[in-house]
């Protein structure tokens, strides 16, 4: 008696058409493939930095760049490749963590989000969370690792925390975190600027992908495009255009000069279906809220200060 074939039948996705056509154009992108490949150690380590005016998308493209490399990386050990068959991933993924949403609709974060979602900082305050959370993994580094804490029950405890901890914060988005002008807004950020480019430095300890946005390539610190991936975000003719720049030397009349050329280019469609998610703009927004207020308090104080000196004279 002959074997009886059997059809597989494509699985069925929970996720709405919207998220079908962001999720297809991402899985063509160059990021989310950078994202996969060093969540999966075929790279050390991802710093990216975005350039580009308010409002061109940076953000958006970081996110869903980052979600969709994840998901590569989480379909990638049950030999499910999504640069190939996103669909294929996603229907995998829903089966295990429920419905997806990868568009501007998206109303609450889906269990990806919430279970390996990316560390968003922004502002002074962002950074000094940053700074906690750097701590926290060095702590973990230094004290977690040595045999004689081993038999410390409330100490293995607090390393289990810490190393849950340092499973989420393999992606850290840093968002208009501290720009290099803050440098004059007192004694404070002077400090906390000169930490920042330090831990930008040491960054691959801190978290495994990185990714900073800034309007200007001035306002990152400069270790940041050196030492990454340097991106241009623009405006394009119903697109939004990511440009990764990298320096070339060629010859000039003798001379060797260098001059930035265009290594790759991702190009997202410029509807409102690829647009920010809403519930992730909510916390963006209120986030950047927070910082305005913390620097209205630095110009505030100054003024202020300004005030009582010339009363005095």
């Known amino acids: 008696m002959g074997g009886v074939k059997v059809l597989c039948l494509p699985s069925q996705l929970s996720m709405d058409e919207e998220s079908k056509k962001v999720l297809q154009t991402y899985a063509k992108l160059n990021l989310p493939h950078m994202v996969a490949r060093t969540l999966s150690n075929n790279r050390p380590f991802l710093l990216v930095s975005i350039v580009g005016e308010q409002g061109v998308g940076k953000s958006t493209y970081a996110y869903y760049s980052v979600k969709v490399g994840l998901m590569a990386y989480l379909c990638k050990p049950h030999g499910i490749n999504l640069f190939e068959e996103p669909e294929r991933c996603a229907s995998h993924l829903e089966r295990n963590y429920g419905e997806l949403c990868l568009s501007r609709e998206c109303g609450k974060p889906d269990e990806l989000d919430k279970i390996y979602g990316v560390d968003i900082y922004t ?33 293995v405890a607090h390393c289990a925390r810490l190393a849950k901890d340092g499973e989420r914060r393999k992606v850290l988005l840093l968002d208009d975190l501290l720009a290099r002008t803050a440098y004059h807004m007192g004694a404070k950020y002077r400090r906390a600027y000169a930490a920042l480019r330090e831990l930008i430095r040491l960054a691959r300890v801190v978290g495994k992908v990185v990714v900073m946005t800034a309007p200007a390539k001035e306002h990152l610190p400069p270790e940041a495009p050196k030492e990454g991936e340097f991106i241009v975000a623009k405006y394009g003719y119903d697109e939004r255009r990511f440009v ?22 991702d190009a997202v469609p410029a509807k409102a279906a690829f647009g920010m998610p809403k519930w992730l703009e909510e916390e963006i927004t209120k986030r950047k809220l927070e910082a305005v207020a913390d620097i209205s308090h630095i110009g505030k104080d100054a003024l202020y200060g300004e005030t009582f000196y010339l009363e005095r004279l």
Do not use: S
């Open 123 to 155: 502002g002074p305050k962002g950074l000094m969370n940053l700074f906690y959370t750097a701590q926290n993994i060095a702590a973990y580094a230094t004290m977690c690792t040595a045999e004689k804490w081993r038999l410390h029950e409330d100490i």
């Open 244 to 265: 990764r720049m990298q320096a070339a030397a060629f010859e000039d009349g003798g001379y060797l000069r260098k001059r930035l050329v265009v290594k790759y280019a």
